[in-house]
T-cell receptor, first 115, second 116 residues
Framework: DAGVTQSPTHLIKTRGQQVTLRCSPK?????VSWYQQALGQGPQFIFQ???????QRGNFPDRFSGHQFPNYSSELNVNALLLGDSALYLC??????????????FGPGTRLTVT | AQSVTQLGSHVSVSEGALVLLRCNYS??????LFWYVQYPNQGLQLLLK??????LVKGINGFEAEFKKSETSFHLTKPSAHMSDAAEYFC??????????????FGKGTKLSVKP
């Protein structure tokens, strides 16, 4: 059973550019959450997608947007990249119908470097 | 608002010694609490979770944590450290909707070093 997969593993972009990160959830999961983990910090919640809609959002600007596809996979898009966007971006999947007692399974992350 | 505080950004123990990683939470409602481990250049792996059942929770790799409401704590322990336990550990609390629906709020992490 494949766990959560993310692509690419590493990415280097220039300030002002746009980036798209991809995530495939664990088999049987229908909900995808995205987190940003800056160096030396804990992950911070960006947003969560369920049924192809953004259900919850953390304190991130509109430059951060996402999408969920019918097969439950998801994309995270960041526009107008800033140096401060350099971080490890983690995707987590879960089963919403589990209603609270389930947990989120994390992927290995995408390391984004903005120069 | 919910929050998590992890005391000690870096803990060092000798192999075979007790591991104690501290976590205090703030929540206006009964919380769901989690401990995750992160090995270098990897994602997060769930160690254990508290979801309002037994207050002493046993997890993987010999770790356990005790939920103490009076102290708003959820400290992680392991009786005997192994070299393979060296990693970063994160305590997290979920929002009112729970662990799978809600977003997780993480502490800043504690890096555990194990000396031979």
């Amino acid at each position: 059973d494949a766990g959560v997969t993310q692509s690419p593993t590493h990415l280097i972009k220039t300030r002002g550019q746009q980036v798209t990160l991809r995530c495939s959830p664990k088999s049987g999961h229908d909900t995808v959450s995205w987190y940003q983990q800056a160096l030396g910090q804990g992950p911070q919640f960006i947003f969560q997608y369920y049924e192809e809609e953004e259900r919850q959002r953390g304190n991130f600007p509109d430059r951060f947007s996402g999408h969920q596809f019918p097969n439950y996979s998801s994309e995270l898009n960041v526009n107008a990249l800033l140096l401060g966007d350099s971080a490890l971006y983690l995707c987590a999947s879960s089963f919403l119908a589990g209603r609270g007692r389930g947990e989120q399974y994390f992927g290995p992350g995408t390391r984004l470097t903005v120069t | 608002a919910q929050s998590v505080t992890q005391l000690g950004s870096h803990v060092s123990v000798s192999e075979g010694a007790l591991v104690l990683l501290r976590c205090n939470y703030s929540s206006s409602v009964p919380p769901y609490l989690f401990w995750y481990v992160q090995y270098p250049n990897q994602g997060l792996q769930l160690l254990l979770k508290y979801t309002s059942a037994a207050t002493l929770v046993k997890g993987i790799n010999g770790f356990e944590a005790e939920f103490k409401k009076s102290e708003t704590s959820f400290h992680l322990t392991k009786p005997s450290a192994h070299m393979s336990d060296a990693a970063e550990y994160f305590c997290a609390v979920s929002n009112v909707n729970g662990g799978s629906q809600g977003n997780l709020i993480f502490g800043k992490g504690t890096k555990l070093s194990v000396k031979p």
